[in-house]
């Protein structure tokens, strides 16, 4: 079985960063999804895709997953970029754009 081990990114709907300090361990999926044929609803013959582990470290992933024999693989999260902003720049004379209400 082979895990994934990664800090989960902020979601676009939000501006704060809940949710974003653990990392979490899941299941890389092994069969595809398919469609019910009675319903239609999207089945999965693989529970394991529904467990989802969150812990405070990196190591502590690691370890949880070297304890119980799991292949893994680890994605490093990507650290966002911000850029200073002053309300005056909406202002300035060698703006760029043009300015509009």
């Given at each position: 079985?082979?895990?994934r081990?990664?800090?989960?990114?902020?979601?676009a709907?939000?501006?704060?960063?809940?949710?974003?300090?653990?990392w979490?361990?899941?299941?890389?999926?092994?069969?595809?999804?398919?469609?019910?044929?009675?319903?239609?609803?999207?089945?999965?013959?693989?529970?394991?895709r529904?467990?989802?582990?969150?812990?405070?470290?990196?190591?502590?992933?690691?370890?949880?997953?070297?304890?119980?024999?799991?292949?893994?693989?680890?994605r490093?999260?990507r650290?966002?970029?911000?850029?200073?902003?002053?309300y005056a720049?909406?202002?300035?004379?060698?703006?760029?754009?043009?300015?509009?209400?």
């Open positions: 079985m082979t895990v081990i990664y800090r989960p990114a902020r979601t709907m939000q501006s704060g960063k809940q949710g974003t300090r653990n979490v361990l899941e299941h890389v999926p092994e069969t595809a999804r398919r469609p019910e044929p009675l319903m239609g609803w999207v089945a999965a013959g693989d529970t394991r529904q467990v989802r582990l969150r812990f405070e470290t990196r190591e502590e992933a690691i370890a949880y997953a070297e304890r119980n024999n799991l292949v893994y693989e680890i490093e999260p650290t966002a970029v911000s850029k200073p902003k002053a720049d909406n202002f300035a004379f060698d703006r760029m754009d043009a300015w509009t209400h």
